[in-house]
């Protein structure tokens, strides 16, 4: 079974849970979310009801602000063309080389650290589009990177089971290498608008529809206009849409109501009635390598190849000095956490700006969007001075 089946909505939020997104997120079918922000007990908060999650990964780019996962890059995991590393001065990262087995078991420990084990579902692999747009001139190349793809889609199934596992853009990779092995494919700048009136767009509904009847890839869509239009545009055709205007950075609270908990519910627990009526009192759960593969020469274009029962415990009534003293110990350490609160916070910012910025622009290329001849997915570079002023302050 496709894990993504029965799946009628979603929405995508990069930014830092609050206690109220966290309780939004569980009236959602699924949620795409960035691992970093969220610990083990936030996942299993957002999961009470039956809700997915899908935890974000960058596979065929990585960012300098990643800076745990740069120092580990080795050189064979960039991919370079005439001797030079891809870099992309927009997002500032810089394009790799999925066919490199180091790079490879990097992803993959990726995802044990921040999908597997905070109990995430499965991973959302951003950038796979990048495959198709920077190598399509170069067939030699293009299979390369295609099996080394494959290869980690293989080696993630052999790892960690059935996981949803859901590739953005890439539409000929898709078709040609990777339908086999992932479960959806996001189609980012839905707009009725653009899709309508374009061929390519209506042919690859098309492609997108067939690839589902045979290989059961689920696509999942994102519009930024028109948002109705382009919701029914996407029902039609058997799509699973979002409409999305601000980049994924804010929460966009109250979209869909959940009128029926996936989850079962749990037998009552009887009580011995008491004398008085007992207070209760509700606590939230608190928000709180594998071998190492030889390195590879880098790619190049001339490449060939149930929580327990609280107990209380009485305890001697504690003197008016340790009173104070226990005060003053728990005011220090709140606020030594409020100040872990506020870096963690300014941290989450960063990253979710990061990640907006590299969205917004692919939103942007949809009134722009071809297709080269051949080419399933056409990269547009945006206008970098109107991006600017979609994020000034």
Request: aromatic fraction near 8%; charge should be positive; charged fraction near 25%.
């Amino acid at each position: 079974m496709n894990p993504l089946d029965g799946v009628k909505n979603y929405q995508v939020y990069y930014g830092h849970p609050t206690e109220a997104i966290l309780k939004d997120m569980q009236n959602y079918d699924l949620v795409i979310i960035e691992p970093l922000h969220y610990t083990k007990a936030q996942v299993e908060q957002i999961k009470a009801r039956g809700t997915k999650v899908l935890g974000y990964i960058s596979v065929m780019e990585v960012a300098t602000w990643n800076t745990g996962l740069m120092s580990k890059l080795q050189s064979g995991d960039f991919f370079t063309r005439n001797g030079q590393r891809v870099h992309y001065s927009e997002w500032d990262s810089y394009l790799t080389n999925i066919a490199s087995p180091h790079f490879q078991g990097l992803l993959l420990t990726e995802i044990q650290n921040q999908v597997i084990a905070k109990g995430i579902d499965g991973v959302f692999m951003d950038t796979v589009g990048d495959i198709d747009n920077e190598h399509l001139n170069n067939p030699t190349v293009l299979k390369q990177q295609r099996d080394g793809l494959v290869n980690f889609l293989k080696q993630a199934r052999a790892r960690y089971g059935d996981i949803a596992m859901v590739q953005n853009w890439g539409f000929d990779t898709l078709e040609t290498s990777t339908a086999p092995y992932v479960d959806g494919i996001m189609w980012e700048s839905f707009n009725v608008d653009t899709i309508k009136s374009d061929a390519w767009s209506q042919n690859m509904i098309k492609k997108l529809q067939a690839v589902d009847a045979k290989h059961s890839v689920k696509t999942l869509t994102i519009s930024t206009r028109l948002s109705a239009d382009s919701h029914k545009l996407a029902k039609d055709s058997g799509f699973i849409h979002f409409h999305e205007a601000d980049a994924y950075v804010n929460w966009n609270a109250g979209l869909v109501t959940r009128t029926k908990d996936t989850a079962p519910t749990p037998a009552p627990v009887a009580v011995a009635p008491a004398t008085k009526p007992a207070e209760t009192t509700t606590t939230k759960p608190a928000t709180t390598a594998t071998t190492k593969p030889a390195a590879t020469k880098p790619a190049t274009e001339t490449a060939t190849t149930p929580v327990a029962k609280p107990t209380t415990t009485t305890k001697p009534a504690p003197s008016t000095n340790d009173q104070t003293a226990s005060k003053e110990k728990s005011t220090q350490k709140t606020k030594a956490e409020l100040k872990q609160e506020k870096k963690d916070k300014k941290k989450a910012k960063k990253l979710a700006k990061k990640h907006a910025k590299k969205h917004a622009a692919k939103h942007e290329t949809s009134k722009h969007h071809q297709a080269v001849k051949g080419k399933m997915c056409g990269k547009v570079k945006h206008k970098t001075a109107g991006f600017l002023n979609f994020f000034k302050f």
